[in-house]
């Protein structure tokens, strides 16, 4: 059996044997929206402590521009 049989026999297997109701209902929900999880975290971050809040805002916008940037990089390399 080649590897990618094994692969398509274990994902249905887990699509169909492992198939959990409650969570079929709300992980769409809940992955598609888990921007909204972080919300109030940064609002109350930025009531809090100001300071810290932009220091959070300047990592999180360098992240991701490091991470697109590397992305780009990769992908004209490959």
């Known amino acids: 059996m080649s590897l ?5 026999l274990l994902f249905f297997f887990i699509n169909t044997q492992l198939a959990n109701t409650p ?4 992980m769409p929900f809940i992955t598609s929206k888990s921007y ?3 919300l109030p975290l940064f609002a109350w971050l930025v009531l809090k ?4 809040a932009l220091v ?3 990592l999180g916008v360098a992240s991701l521009m490091l991470a697109d940037w590397s992305g780009h990089m ?3 390399a490959f």
């Open 74 to 76: 990769l992908k004209d």
């Open 4 to 8: 990618p049989e094994i692969d398509t």
């Open 23 to 26: 969570f079929d209902i709300a």
């Open 36 to 38: 909204l999880l972080y």
């Open 49 to 52: 402590e100001q300071k810290k």
């Open 56 to 58: 959070a805002l300047l």
